[in-house]
């Protein structure tokens, strides 16, 4: 009896979610938009252009998503930290930041399927490239590394670099890849692509140690209530992958460089 009544219990709050979830993908529908937050400023994934309009991966890939739902879409750009706060706040309806799963994260948010496989990675002063070929030879007091404040960088250098070897924090990824490339800093950590996209527009300038040295699925973020659009979201990225779109999008943004002639002078 014990048994049929927790079933019971259990199938019961199950509906009683269901009924709650609707509301979220009805509303999409039925406004006839799809709010999107993230931060603008993570190349190649959102970044303004020369005209100051958003572009990049993670908006395109909205962007195809909000045509498949046949709805329009708004972009809602929002400061790193308050990503999640956002989203719980119901600011937005998902989020598409090129955001790594953790374990943190996924105590407050639900994640999609990972869309892509990321992972920190090194930008070092070029006149290093002879005696630092890995992050454990930046244990050293002598070195400066710097990341971007609340990343997945700044965790993987309080965690893997012993406490004598100096830190600075940025706000922007930008402003500490240029700190390496003027010499101000040893070392940056970013993800892969950010550093090999630097690495490539300043070639003997700076330096990109490729190998990743953490694992980052970068997924897509929706609220605990939302089984019904974690489901379809699911679903369409395994439509779009099948279907060739996402290679073509990958390809775009994540092979082809051409799009950086449309930043801003200086980025």
């Known amino acids: 009896m014990r048994k049929i009544i927790l079933v019971f219990i259990t199938a019961f709050c199950c509906l009683n979610q269901q009924s709650i979830c609707e509301d979220t993908i009805k509303t999409i529908t039925g406004n006839k938009i799809l709010r999107v937050g993230l931060e603008v400023g993570h190349i190649p994934f959102s970044m303004f252009n020369n005209q100051g309009q958003a572009f990049g991966f993670d908006i395109e890939l909205a962007k195809l998503m909000a045509k498949k739902l046949k709805v329009g879409l708004e972009i809602i750009n929002t400061q790193w930290s308050g990503i999640i706060p956002g989203l719980l706040a119901s600011e937005f309806d998902i989020s598409i930041a090129s955001m790594s799963i953790t374990p943190g994260r996924n105590i407050l948010v639900n994640f999609s399927k990972p869309y892509l496989i990321s992972g920190q990675t090194l930008l070092i002063k070029s006149s290093l490239q002879q005696s630092v070929y890995s992050f454990a030879d930046l244990n050293s007091k002598k070195y400066i590394i710097g990341f971007k404040s609340s990343s997945e960088g700044e965790k993987a250098a309080k965690k893997m670099i012993n406490?004598?070897?100096?830190?600075?924090?940025?706000?922007?990824?930008?402003?500490?890849?240029?700190?390496?490339?003027?010499?101000?800093?040893?070392?940056?950590?970013?993800?892969?692509?950010?550093?090999?996209?630097?690495?490539?527009?300043?070639?003997?300038?700076?330096?990109?140690?490729?190998?990743?040295?953490?694992?980052?699925?970068?997924?897509?973020?929706?609220?605990?209530?939302?089984?019904?659009?974690?489901?379809?979201?699911?679903?369409?990225?395994?439509?779009?992958?099948?279907?060739?779109?996402?290679?073509?999008?990958?390809?775009?943004?994540?092979?082809?460089?051409?799009?950086?002639?449309?930043?801003?002078?200086?980025?």
């Not at 979201?233 to 799009?259: P, Q, R, Y």
């Open 163 to 267: 406490k004598e070897v100096r830190y600075k924090s940025f706000k922007t990824l930008m402003a500490g890849a240029n700190e390496v490339r003027s010499g101000k800093i040893d070392a940056f950590i970013a993800d892969h692509s950010f550093n090999s996209y630097f690495a490539q527009k300043y070639s003997g300038k700076v330096h990109f140690l490729a190998n990743t040295f953490t694992y980052a699925p970068l997924a897509i973020a929706v609220r605990k209530d939302d089984p019904n659009i974690l489901n379809w979201i699911n679903n369409f990225l395994d439509a779009i992958k099948k279907s060739g779109e996402f290679k073509k999008l990958h390809d775009s943004w994540l092979v082809d460089t051409s799009w950086s002639a449309r930043l801003p002078l200086g980025m």
